[in-house]
């Protein structure tokens, strides 16, 4: 089966760039979507690329593959991009797909895209599976591409540099973003499950970068040899060996967001103005999709009782507190024209006796204790600081802490009980 619909896409990356994508979709409605990064210096229509979205539309899959800043249909200035701006062009592609379809599930990187896609996921919270094909375990490996003219950039800032018989102008913060890439750290939080792909005798990314991406997967992962294909899979008969061997794996990943399809449809839903909306996103028994406007996030409970695929439903709660803490004495200086330069909050939550508090009203039993620990830079005096102590206590979300607050919880009746009474409302109050 082959896909009816190629659409060319336009929507703006992590910079100022519009991005050139196309979008294949499958001839009945999509099961799930896909979000493919090519290669280094490559294009989305680069034949692995087409390949790929050819097999995933034939499986029912649809495939956005687009061209990052500087290459091919999409603007920008190539000199000015790094492989963080990269991830950030896969996750406004992700964005994209969020908001006028829906999210991609499936993260599918070749080389360089590879690695893109193994960073790009913790930020997709809706991810269930990657794939990579011929991809280096660490981003330090573009180096060697660079050959002798890295110690030109290196002194000079900038050279010219031919890669795949085409120039491209790169400068050092190109270097000194790849070199400082925890690679590694983010493939052993992945979370989700990992398919390594690569050739046993590819010469430009050797297949020790698979074994060593492979070991730092947590499972469930899997590894395909692709046994005399060479790193672009030019030959049609590996591309569509890779293709297809993709395909039939991402589809059983599909089985579970099918049984979780209601409320998958539900989160993605645009929550009203000033509403959050939680639903459980599939990444293990209890990875929650939060979404806030137009903003995603995740959250889980840490392992070992959860998949630690987000922060834990406290660590949300500090962070609404610091955040607050943090915006509030940046309004108050700003107001006031004091020489505040940076405000940092820690905040840590734990249980304590009631008998160790000496100034809360509970006597008995166990209560909650937040550690706000604020660091402010800048030329303040003695007086300003302090006074700004004073204000984070005034934040409004440190004020609903301390507040008599009340919760009201309604359960939807199921739809096949629409006939019955309205919803039972619960109400209770901390």
């Known amino acids: 089966m082959s896909s009816t619909a190629s659409t060319r896409i336009v929507f703006p990356g992590s910079g100022d760039a519009q991005l050139a994508g196309r979008l294949d979709l499958p001839e009945t409605e999509p099961r799930a979507y896909a979000l493919f990064a090519h290669c280094f210096t490559c294009t989305k229509d680069v034949l692995a690329a087409s390949r790929i979205a050819q097999a995933l539309t034939g499986f029912g899959i649809a495939v956005l593959r687009f061209d990052f800043t500087g290459l091919g249909g999409s603007g920008g200035d190539f000199a000015n991009t790094d492989f963080t701006s990269n991830v950030g062009d896969l996750i406004s592609a992700a964005d994209y797909l969020r908001q006028h379809h829906q999210a991609p599930t499936i993260l599918v990187g070749h080389s360089l895209g590879g690695a893109a896609v193994l960073a790009a996921a913790e930020h997709v ?55 400082s890439q925890p690679q590694l750290e983010r493939i052993q939080r992945l979370g989700v499950p990992l398919l390594v792909m690569h050739s046993p005798i590819d010469d430009t990314v050797g297949v020790e970068n698979a074994r060593e991406i492979f070991d730092a997967a947590r499972h469930p992962k899997s590894f395909v040899s692709l046994d005399g294909a060479d790193h672009l899979l030019t030959r049609p008969a590996d591309a569509r060996f890779a293709s297809s061997v993709l395909a039939a794996w ?68 500090l962070a609404g507190l610091g955040a607050c803490t943090s915006m509030t004495l940046r309004m108050y200086a700003a107001r006031k024209q004091w020489p505040l330069e940076n405000v940092s909050v820690s905040l840590r939550h734990s249980r304590i006796h009631a008998k160790d508090c000496a100034d809360c009203e509970t006597e008995s039993g166990q209560l909650d204790r937040i550690d706000r620990v604020i660091q402010l830079t800048g030329a303040l005096d003695a007086e300003q600081r302090r006074r700004l102590l004073e204000i984070a206590d005034r934040c409004p979300v440190h004020r609903t802490l301390h507040s008599e607050v009340e919760v009201r919880t309604t359960i939807t009746p199921d739809d096949t009980l629409s006939q019955m009474a309205d919803a039972t409302t619960l109400e209770s109050s901390t």
């Open 125 to 179: 919270p809706e991810t269930r599976a990657v794939a990579t094909i011929g991809a280096p375990a660490g981003t330090e490996h573009l180096l060697h591409l660079l050959g002798e003219s890295r110690a030109e950039i290196e002194q000079t800032g900038e050279a010219e540099v031919c890669l795949a018989s085409r120039p491209f102008r790169i400068r050092k913060q190109f270097l000194d973003d790849v070199t």
């Open 250 to 317: 991402a589809s059983r990943y599909l089985d579970d967001e099918a049984r979780s399809s209601s409320s998958a449809t539900a989160a993605a839903v645009p929550a009203e103005e000033g509403v959050v909306v939680v639903s459980e996103n599939g990444r293990g028994p209890y990875g929650q999709r939060v979404t806030a406007g137009r903003h995603v996030l995740s959250a889980d409970e840490p392992a070992p009782v959860g998949h630690d695929t987000g922060p834990s439903p406290y660590d949300l709660l």
